[in-house]
């Protein structure tokens, strides 16, 4: 742990707290306009948005109840997935192949354009494939870029319809699906990616679309002959317009195969941390956006230091572990101590402590883009980036599934927190009863079901055929933590590998079953329970009531999302990377 690393540390967290109240008050703006003004675009923008509205057959200024919500994002979602379907099966028979398909890709096969769609569609962006390789340009800019706004928009839509719902007394509504999602694309996500672009080609990204380039590959020993070379394609392509909405949006699916870690997706080291501060803005930002919405600042910078200490916390033990390197590396002596014996799978231009705390980030947050691979961390450097998904991703998380999957803990540590002390739950003058606590609790329990069985179900094929060991790329508790991971990002809509596993047509399916489960499930929990909160009155908060500030709060919310974490997934994980960390280092080596 260098002094260059710490310099680091400390200005990725300036920036974090930097960019916090401005997105959070620019997100009021887009969101709700009627309670703090407009933004400074919608002279510009607002001609379109009412075309928008229009040819949309929409009426902006009317209220949903929570079922209309829910229906009308169930509908969006699953005509858009099929749309992507369509695209990745016939992007080999669609119009302008020598402009957009120069590499003559072929087309995307059944169960891999299913789990990609599923995949993207819910803001996963899990990629069983290599981009570059398999994904024609027109492919990569339309089919998954356009998942990649709208699954960004769906999930900051759910977490300002239950923040409404929370700020309203005796209400019915929760505002509207079509005018938050045309809103948040318009206002937000075009303008912010169009400079973040420009950014990117600045740095050396690329942003075209011309052939693959063919050169020959500076390792010639499998040359056939001289005259034969070994010859490499570098793509190229669209990358740019890519790279821009899958950091805003924490998406985290990449153009090239090796995602973050390629030069052309993350060139230098200042769009490494322009990447970094970019993917984290909007759900750092969403904690202000709930404080000026309950009108209660104090809450929402409450709910930011939780996300925060358990943001650094976490951060400080990845980058400690894998720090110290690998001791079975040090024995073989060919490394000599300290980081040098934990550069296997690192992004060696960046080094040590950004690749653990990317990893830390990326998992913190839904985005999910890498630029190490964490199979290869330390056993307990790879544990933070297991548990930061199970954990809900709440550590500021996903694009509106961060706030809104907090808000499902503030609702359990308000009603334990009742149980103690012997008063009826309630949070911001709201009452809170079984019904509300039975909703929360479901969101909370599809983590531990969506994990749990499937993993269990590929650890003994329980379809037969292998199918859930034979891409196992290790044996032993390194192999169940690669299962473990794949299962979790899918129900965690995280997107990122251990790239230990390799998958096979009957673990795309499932997979792709489990990601839609993990997206769909809690998301109508939570507006079920924006449409009960909505209603209820608001009751004049006295002395008796329970403080949703200051530090009590911080640390009964903090202590039910690691303590809910840790009862469901500690078993597992036990016979995962922390028995492997124990046999790292034992005195005996095993064979």
Not at 254 to 276: D, W
Not at 519 to 539: H, S
């Amino acid at each position: 742990m260098t002094a260059s690393g710490w310099i680091q540390l400390l200005l990725l967290l300036l920036g974090l707290v930097a960019i916090t109240k401005p997105m959070g008050i620019f997100l009021l703006r887009i969101l709700d306009p009627e309670r703090e003004g407009r933004t400074f675009l919608d002279p510009v923008l607002g001609p379109v948005e009412r075309l928008i509205y229009k040819v949309l057959r929409v009426r902006p200024d009317r209220g949903q109840t929570w079922w209309q919500y829910a229906l009308s994002l169930l509908i969006f979602s699953a005509f858009t997935m099929l749309v992507t379907y369509l695209l990745l099966r016939f992007q080999d028979q669609l119009p302008g192949q020598a402009l957009f398909n120069p590499a003559g890709l072929p087309a995307v096969p059944e169960h891999l354009a299913f789990n990609t769609a599923a995949s993207f569609v819910t803001n996963t962006n899990w990629q069983s494939y290599g981009g570059e390789a398999t994904m024609t340009y027109f492919s990569q800019m339309v089919a998954l870029v356009m998942q990649h706004f709208f699954s960004f928009a769906v999930g900051v839509a759910v977490a300002a319809a239950i923040v409404r719902a929370i700020a309203t007394a005796g209400g019915k509504t929760i505002g509207n699906f079509w005018r938050d999602i045309v809103r948040l694309i318009l206002y937000l996500e075009l303008p912010i990616c169009i400079l973040f672009a420009g950014f990117l080609i600045a740095q050396g990204v690329p942003q075209n679309f011309r052939p693959y380039t063919h050169a020959n590959a500076l390792d010639q020993s499998t040359a056939a002959s001289a005259t034969q070379p070994v010859v490499q394609g570098i793509a190229q392509g669209p990358v740019a317009s890519m790279i821009a909405i899958k950091m805003q949006g924490t998406n985290g699916g990449g153009y090239m195969n090796s995602n973050a870690a390629h030069p052309f997706e993350n060139p230098t080291p200042l769009s490494n941390y322009f990447q970094i501060m970019i993917f984290l803005s909007v759900p750092t930002g969403l904690t202000y956006y709930l404080g000026r919405m309950v009108k209660n600042q104090k809450h929402g910078w409450a709910v930011w230091m939780t996300m925060f200490i358990i943001f650094v916390g976490s951060a400080l033990f990845c980058w400690h572990f894998e720090a110290a390197g690998n001791p079975r590396v040090a024995d073989l002596g060919v490394a000599s101590g300290g980081a040098g014996n934990s550069m296997e799978g690192k992004e060696v231009r960046f080094g040590v402590f950004n690749s653990a705390f990317f990893a830390n980030a990326t998992t913190d947050t839904g985005c999910g883009a890498v630029i190490s691979m964490h199979d290869s961390f330390t056993p307990l450097g790879g544990f933070i980036p297991l548990l930061n998904i199970e954990l809900g991703e709440v550590i500021f998380g996903g694009t509106g599934a961060g706030l809104y999957g907090m808000l499902i803990f503030v609702f359990v540590a308000i009603f334990l927190a009742g149980l103690m002390i012997g008063r009826t739950p309630e949070y911001l003058g709201k009452k809170i009863d079984g019904t509300d606590v039975k909703l929360a609790s479901l969101a909370v329990l599809v983590m531990a079901f969506g994990v749990l069985i499937p993993t269990a179900a590929a650890g003994i094929n329980a379809f037969g055929n292998d199918w859930g060991t034979a891409g196992l790329n290790n044996a032993g508790p390194h192999g169940l933590s690669e299962i473990l991971y794949c299962f979790s990002e899918g129900t965690g809509n995280n997107g990122s590998a251990f790239a230990g596993l390799t998958m096979n047509p009957v673990t795309n399916t499932v997979l792709a079953f489990v990601i839609l489960v993990g997206r769909y499930f809690p998301l109508i929990a939570v507006l079920a329970l924006a449409g009960r909160l909505v209603k209820k009155k608001v009751a004049p908060i006295g002395p008796g009531s329970f403080p949703v500030s200051g530090g009590t709060f911080v640390f009964l919310l903090g202590s039910t999302v690691l303590i809910v974490g840790a009862l469901t997934f500690i078993p597992v994980l036990a016979l995962g990377p922390i028995l492997e960390h124990f046999l790292m280092h034992s005195t005996r080596m095993l064979f």
